[in-house]
């Protein structure tokens, strides 16, 4: 099985910037994509970011309410995800969630999330 326990959501005031971190952990042969999605109150879960690595390269997607503010990265080596954000918004208020598709020994791929961590933009 694959854990994935994420970090740094809190409180932050419109303006500020938070950096979410992810770590997974487990039996992985390899991490294909890893993310972040988010979900508020009433809403649909929604892709926030996401990473997906083909051997040295890494390719990035964004959702466009968050162009140009969030910045996504991975360490492919210690199978984790951080997403820099900035210029937050408290429209960016939610539970944020990391999702990884992890290949495991069977060489099968299976999506994993983690347990969600809650970011708050208020004054």
């Known amino acids: 099985q694959v854990q994935l326990v994420e970090s740094g959501g809190g409180l932050v005031q419109p303006g500020g910037s938070l950096r979410l971190s992810c770590a997974a952990s487990?039996?992985?042969?390899?991490?294909?994509?890893m993310g972040w999605y988010r979900q508020s109150p009433g809403k649909q879960r929604e892709l926030v970011s996401h990473?997906?690595?083909?051997?040295?390269?890494?390719?990035?997607n964004y959702a466009d309410s968050v162009k140009g503010r969030f910045t996504i990265s991975r360490d492919n080596a210690k199978n984790t995800v951080n997403l820099q954000m900035n210029s937050l918004k408290p429209e960016d208020t939610a539970v944020y969630y990391c999702?990884?598709?992890?290949?495991?020994?069977?060489?099968?791929?299976?999506?994993?999330w983690g347990q969600g961590t809650q970011v708050t933009v208020s004054s």
């Open positions: 999702y990884a598709d992890a290949v495991l020994g069977d060489g099968l791929q299976y999506g994993y």
């Open positions: 487990g039996s992985i042969v390899a991490i294909r994509r």
């Open positions: 990473i997906t690595s083909t051997g040295s390269t890494n390719y990035t």
